[in-house]
T-cell receptor, first 110, second 118 residues
Framework: QKEVEQNSGPLSVPEGAIASLNCTYS??????FFWYRQYSGKSPELIMS????GDKEDGRFTAQLNKASQYVSLLIRDSQPSDSATYLC??????????FGSGTKLNVKP | DTGVSQDPRHKITKRGQNVTFRCDPI?????LYWYRQTLGQGPEFLTY????????KSRLLSDRFSAERPKGSFSTLEIQRTEQGDSAMYLC????????????????FGPGTRLTVL
């Protein structure tokens, strides 16, 4: 079993819609959770980090964490074609080692 | 540009040759990570340093791989006797671990070195 599981997609949404990306993790002691965006041929860039149960909002992005269910999600409101990329979920314990999922490819159609 | 640089950006080598990659982190960052990423997969953790100390190394990392960070600044990753399965993007990331809480320890990735083993 992989440490971090993501649906590979592609997830297709129309421009202006809400995109919902999901991630589950296996290590119950994981403490820190991250969402990265990766454009084709580029390196990952951090979008959001979340450490406590609940929601965290940053602009059009909302990260949701449920430690009891070992579940992390990312909502992108008002999706734009420029949001089309692969979204990577990462978890870590004590920032010593980061486990990444395989990523979900998002396509936002104009 | 995150401020993390990697050199070279691309490397083509023949099977059996040794290769070395360099990563220059953001100057004040004390942590440095190496990852490997293949097509369709997320980055796979290889190893990390806090200052010059290598604190953890993936069990998946064979003894052909070695990494150093001699002065706690730049780091090198060497692969000896390369194999075709080593073909991948090698990513470096750095962060500042100031012990002040999780919000400080954000990783910034370099552009990566793409290795092709023929």
């Amino acid at each position: 079993q992989k440490e971090v599981e993501q649906n590979s997609g592609p997830l297709s949404v129309p421009e202006g819609a809400i995109a919902s990306l999901n991630c589950t993790y296996s290590d119950r002691v994981s403490q820190s959770f991250f969402w990265y965006r990766q454009y084709s041929g580029k390196s990952p860039e951090l979008i959001m980090s979340i450490y406590s149960n609940g929601d965290k909002e940053d602009g059009r992005f909302t990260a949701q964490l449920n430690k009891a269910s070992q579940y992390v999600s990312l909502l992108i409101r008002d999706s734009q074609p420029s949001d089309s990329a692969t979204y990577l979920c990462a978890v870590s314990y004590n920032f010593n080692k980061f486990y990444f999922g395989s990523g979900t490819k998002l396509n936002v159609k104009p | 540009d995150t401020g993390v640089s990697q050199d070279p950006r691309h490397k083509i080598t023949k099977r059996g040759q040794n290769v070395t990659f360099r990563c220059d982190p953001i100057s004040e960052h004390n942590r440095l990570y190496w990852y490997r990423q293949t097509l369709g997969q997320g980055p796979e953790f290889l190893t990390y340093f806090q200052n010059e100390a290598q604190l953890e190394k993936s069990r998946l990392l064979s003894d052909r791989f070695s990494a150093e960070r001699p002065k706690g600044s730049f780091s090198t990753l060497e692969i000896q006797r390369t194999e075709q399965g080593d073909s991948a993007m090698y990513l470096c990331a750095s962060s500042l671990n100031a012990g002040g809480g999780p919000s400080i320890d954000t990783q910034y990735f370099g552009p990566g070195t793409r290795l092709t083993v023929l």
